[in-house]
C-alpha cells in the first residue's frame, strides 16, 4: 500500500519529522496556490539532501512510518490536466526536484504564473461546501486507491480559525469515511503532524501506544459523551465534554494509554 501527504496553507514544518513525512510520501498534494508556493520554496532542503534516519519515538502511533517510500524522482510532467478524480499525474522532475502529484482546490490563490507553469498539476473543484484541505483529502480517496495513510502536513498556524476548522475535519473523515488515527484492517490511517504535534480522530474505545510522559490532550464535540481512560495521570471519565479544555493537557503515566467510549462518538487526540 501507499502513503499521501496533504499541504495546507498554513506553518511548512521546519523538523525533520514531519518533512521526512513528505520526503517519503508516494503522492504529495497541495492545498491550492498557497500550499504549492511553501511547498516549492521548501522542496530542495526536502529532497536534495540525504533522507536522515528518522524513526517514530517508541509506541509512535504510525505504524506504517517506515514502511512507506516515496518516489522521489518521476516522468517528466503530462501535458493533459487531470480532472477531478480522474486519477494521479505524473511524479515529476521541475528545475531538478520533484513536483506534488496535485495542486486541488478551488484556484482562488493560484498566480497566473502558477497556473501557466503547473497547468498539468492543477485539479480545480468549484463547490464551497469543503475547504481545500478536504477537497483534497477527497481527491486522494478517488484517485489514489492503494493509499492506506495519509498524513496532513502544514494545516494548523497561521490563522487560527483555519486551525480549529482543520483539526475538526478530521473528526468528519472519521465519521464518514472510517479514516482515523487508528490502524485497523482495510481503513485509512489519518493524521495531522506539526512540528509541535500529532493529531487524529477517533470513534470509539480504543488503545494506543504513545510512551510515557507524553502530552496527550482529548477533544469532544459530544456532552453526552464520557470517556474512561487508563494509563493518564488525570481520570476523564468525570469529563463533560462542553469546551475545549477540560481534558486537555494530559501526561502518560505509561507507554500505552487505553480509552473506553460510553457509546460510539467523535473524539479527537492530540500528542505533543
Known sequence: MSSAVIIGGGDFPRKEYPRELIRRADYIVCCDGHAL??????????????AQAVLPSEGHTLPTFMRNRSSIIGSPAQAALPQEGS?????????????????????DSVSARQLSEFSSLLVKVEEQDDNDQTKAFNHILRSYPDVDTIHIVAATGKRECHTIGNMGLLMEYARKHGACGIPSEGSIYVDMVSDY?????????CGFFVGEGRQVSLFSPDNSLTIKSEGLAWQTSGVVFDNWWPASLNRATS???KLTFS??????VILD
Do not use: E, Q, W, Y
Open 197 to 205: 504535534s500529532t493529531i487524529f480522530a477517533i470513534t470509539d474505545s
Open 255 to 257: 507507554d500505552f494509554v
Open 37 to 50: 508556493s511553501a511547498f516549492m520554496r521548501n522542496r530542495s532542503r526536502i529532497f536534495d539532501s540525504p
Open 263 to 268: 457509546h460510539p462518538s467523535a473524539a479527537l
Open 87 to 107: 486519477g494521479p499525474a505524473a511524479k515529476t522532475l521541475h528545475a531538478g526536484g520533484r513536483l506534488p502529484d496535485a495542486v486541488v482546490g478551488d484556484m
